[in-house]
């Protein structure tokens, strides 16, 4: 069993320490991160935590795409990189930080505000997911509802986890929503993951550190 977190974090405004302490009460093996923050955060995140930091390389003069894997010893990282979407805002670009873990491939993606630009981008990033030969856990902020033609054309190729570990039924909340978290009422944020990958339980956290709810899952990979 593997324990994989999506968070929208904001930039880790909250802080580096109250983050942390979310994640570890948590115990997530492989976290996905979007809006990562400034580098020095997000290092400071991996090290307190004790976490590999998979994030996206410099690229001056373009803007960073604030996309992070994270993974917790021993599982190892093979291998990681970015994934630059065309055909989005430069001063919010967009792309996914896609690490190979051995067992499975890790990907954190953050999708356009506008509709037309996370059409392509989800376009994208299908087309990405495609060319990887091992099981795929993909997270992230869509910006979009669960019925949203982006959400579904993901979900039809790479499960929703939500729905198939039922998680909100499980704690007391048949919505999974993570947006705005001191009173959600949308659902943005999502756990996917290859049909040979079985979602066991799901569920929400974070409070207030960030303005996104973290979304949590115990997910069964082979066997």
């Known amino acids: 069993m ?16 109250d983050a942390a302490g979310v994640v570890r009460d948590e115990a997530v093996d492989v976290l996905l991160l979007q809006e990562s923050g400034p580098r020095r955060r997000l290092r400071a995140l991996g090290a307190v935590l004790g976490m590999v930091v998979c994030d996206d390389p410099p690229a001056f003069p373009r803007r960073r ?15 990681y990189r970015l994934a630059r979407f065309d055909g989005g805002s430069p001063l919010q670009p967009r792309g996914a930080v896609v690490a190979r873990l051995g067992d499975l491939t890790a990907v954190s993606v953050h999708l356009g505000i506008a509709g037309p630009e996370r059409g392509r981008h989800a376009e994208q990033l299908l087309e990405l997911l495609g060319s990887i030969d091992e099981p795929v856990v993909m997270g992230g902020d869509l910006n979009a509802h669960p019925d949203d033609s ?4 993901i979900a039809k190729r790479y499960p929703d986890v939500w729905e198939g570990a039922r998680g909100g039924q499980e704690h007391g909340q048949d919505h999974g929503s993570t947006f705005p978290s001191d009173e959600p009422v949308a659902r943005i944020d999502y ?5 040979t990958v079985r979602p066991l339980r799901a569920w929400t956290a974070g409070g207030t550190d960030s303005d996104h709810l973290m979304v949590i899952a115990d997910l069964q990979v082979g066997g």
């Open 2 to 17: 593997i324990r994989v977190a999506t968070w929208n974090v904001h930039g880790l405004r909250g802080g580096v320490e």
């Open 65 to 79: 795409v604030h996309n992070a894997v994270l993974v917790r010893p021993p599982r190892a990282v093979r291998s």
């Open 150 to 153: 982006m959400s579904v054309a």
């Open 191 to 195: 756990l996917f993951a290859d049909p």
